[in-house]
């Protein structure tokens, strides 16, 4: 690993006020101090700025007692010549340069070391300076590129933003960040995913973005992995496909007695929470629709009943989603007034009903699937609500997918 030495004397000369012992850092008199900078430029992914920015020459350095500066050199140049202080402990500070807010090709080297100054004594500190920022590089996979015509990615903290734009990452450009959390906000034809970070000193991330493969069952799939080395971290963000995919068919075992929602743990989608009052899970088969699964069916049997499923991800669809389901008039009367659908973006604070047609299903039949279209919004934590306001009701094959 290379390193750039800097070797010089700063004289430290006290204002003298009185003789004392040479060896006493108490005593006042003049002392003289030799500083070495050892600087490393390298986390093993070297910019073509490290150099510069490692040159030990160009570091201002400060002289601190009692954590005020009493004495700066910026820059420290080669010969700084002698500096006039009276004896005591100090600690001298060095850094290449002032950082406060995320920049490109910025990385920053820094150290500190105490030091006492005695009477006619020479006393020398050696400061190591290492990256004191984090770097970050972003790549995209082939798929993402060809998936996405507009993107871009934005690492975000508390203390500024970067954006990367495409030439940014086709040429790897390397940007910096003060060492802390951060998120990173990867944006797809006008769709974001978001995913938090934790940058380290002298570290180099390098965060490729990939697609996600179409999830086959549930919500938005997103596949999130990290591997590390040692100052150097691969970070993969898989921007998720968009496709939105959840079915509910109330259990694939039948139950040989109804079963209160309240109890019922062996639901077909296990990721959702589920809900509800009076409304139970029987084993009357659902039938005469396209996809429906027999079985198990949600079974409503008075006025005031409802059920609940919660914590589906549609925040990153790509489309507009549709919700379908089964829907069981045992009197062969449907009014689609008496089963209603509503949807809360606020955990269930408040819902919103959906629009359902008064012809969304024959209503001389048993069983007949109804969809909607319209109303279903796109956030974190949807929550799906039935409302039953007549009598003996069921639903079965609850879906909610991307069109």
Known sequence: MKRRNLLFPLLITAMGWGSCAKNDPGN??????????????????????????????????EIL???????????????????ELPSGVYTVRTYSQSFTAPAFDTPVY????????????????????KQTNAGVRVS?????????????????????????????????????????????????????????????????????????????SG????????????????VAVVFPSGVVDYTETMGGVPVSVEQNVSGYAKWSYLKASYAGSGAFVSSAA???????????????????????????????AANDLVLSFGCCSFSQAYDVNNLTVSVSQDE??????????????????KWAQVSVTEGIPKTKNLVIRFDCLGTNYGIDDIRLKTL
């Open 65 to 83: 007692q009692n954590e005020t500066v009493i004495k700066k050199l910026s820059p420290i140049g080669v010969d700084p010549g002698p500096i």
């Open 140 to 216: 995209y996979s082939e798929a993402f590129r060809a998936n996405h015509s507009t993107r871009s990615t934005t690492i975000r903290q508390i203390q500024g933003a970067l954006t990367f734009t495409d030439d940014d990452v086709s040429g790897g450009r390397i940007g910096y960040f003060p060492a802390d959390r951060a998120t990173i906000v990867v944006t797809a034809d006008g769709v974001e995913y978001e995913q938090e970070l934790t940058l380290d000193a002298q570290t180099v991330y390098n965060v490729s973005v990939d697609d996600a493969p179409q999830s086959v």
């Open 110 to 129: 820094g150290g500190s070391a105490g030091v006492s100054i005695a009477v006619d004594n020479e006393t020398p500190v050696s400061i190591g300076c």
């Open 219 to 234: 919500n938005l799939k997103l596949d999130i992995t990290v591997s590390t080395d040692v100052s150097e971290q691969d």
């Open 286 to 316: 659902s039938s005469d629709y396209n996809g429906a699964s027999g079985g198990n069916y949600l079974l409503f049997k008075t006025s005031g009943a409802y059920f609940t499923v919660s914590g589906l991800n549609t925040s990153m």
């Open 28 to 61: 006042v008199g003049n002392g003289s101090l030799v500083v070495r900078l050892d600087v490393d430029p390298t986390v093993r992914v070297v910019t073509a700025s490290a150099t510069k920015s490692a040159d030990a020459a160009t570091f201002t350095l």
């Open 348 to 365: 269930g604070a408040n819902f919103t009903q959906l629009p359902i047609a008064s012809d969304a299903r024959p209503a001389n039949k």
